[in-house]
């Protein structure tokens, strides 16, 4: 059965740094891009990083770019994402999601080609 949970979420200040972990079961894993998209209050949610199936290659939304990193453990099927240097403009609901069956040329930030969503966690930057 497919299941993405993410964990790490929560409180502080602006400069601080958090990082969050998607552990994920079910054979979708191995072939799937695997990314950390977000969500603010009165926004869409929007991608912030992706990883190739591989863990080769990564794309990050401008906003994040220098700052946040993503990496996975295929191991663990687990997929990080270190937020460094955060910003208030980083307070959101932040949800680990998987584009399932892509070759690395096809990981995109676009939610809407997400397959499976995790239940989130929140992030809350304080000035």
């Known amino acids: 059965q497919a299941y993405l949970s993410e964990s790490g979420g929560g409180s502080v200040q602006a400069g601080g740094s958090l990082r969050l972990t998607c552990s994920a079961s079910?054979?979708?894993?191995?072939?799937?891009?695997v990314g950390w998209f977000r969500e603010a209050p009165g926004k869409e949610r929007e991608g912030v990083a992706i990883?190739?199936?591989?863990?080769?290659?990564?794309k990050y939304a401008d906003s994040v770019s220098g700052r946040f990193t993503i990496s996975r453990d295929d191991s663990t099927k687990k997929v990080y994402l270190q937020m460094n240097s955060l910003d208030p403009e980083d307070t959101a609901m932040y949800y680990c999601?998987?584009?399932?069956?892509?070759?690395?040329?096809?990981?995109?930030?676009?939610?809407?080609?997400?397959?499976?969503w995790g239940h989130g966690t929140q992030v809350t930057v304080s000035s």
């Open positions: 999601g998987s584009q399932n069956l892509r070759l690395a040329s096809q990981c995109n930030l676009m939610a809407g080609d997400v397959n499976y």
């Open positions: 990883i190739s199936r591989d863990g080769n290659w990564a």
């Open positions: 079910g054979n979708f894993f191995a072939t799937a891009c």
